[in-house]
């Protein structure tokens, strides 16, 4: 049971990245809200997105909305955060979460490094 990132990678400001968060080894996978959050050097852990179970509510952080989108939903256990407009301060590490209700049922995938140049 493991969630599974990629797609990070080096952008110039204002390009845009994909970032993929697959549900590998789940059965089944349902009732599950997917975050992503990031983490840049120095920083705390903050949250960017979510998207509920069904995939038809997205909620963003201030400093993302419209440009970043989430998508996907349990049934294709596959998420996306698509990424525009990329600015400097993106600059992070970022994991997606699969919270199930409460610590045993939450996990995190090993993150992806995005670097937008300055």
């Known amino acids: 049971v493991r969630l599974v990132e990629s797609g990070g990678g080096l952008v110039q400001p204002g390009g845009s990245l994909r970032l993929p968060c697959a549900a590998q080894g789940f059965t089944p996978f349902s009732r599950y809200v997917i975050r992503w959050h990031r983490q840049a050097p120095g920083k705390e852990r903050e949250l960017v997105a979510s998207?509920?179970?069904?995939?038809?509510?997205?909620n963003y952080a201030d400093s993302v909305k419209g440009r970043f989108t989430i998508s996907g939903n349990n049934r294709q256990r596959t998420f996306y955060l698509q990424m525009n407009n990329l600015k400097p301060d993106d600059t992070a590490v970022y994991y997606c979460?699969?919270?199930?209700?409460?610590?045993?049922?939450?996990?995190w995938g090993q993150g992806t490094q995005v670097t937008v140049l300055p």
């Open positions: 979460n699969a919270d199930g209700g409460g610590p045993r049922y939450t996990y």
């Open positions: 998207i509920n179970e069904s995939g038809n509510e997205q």
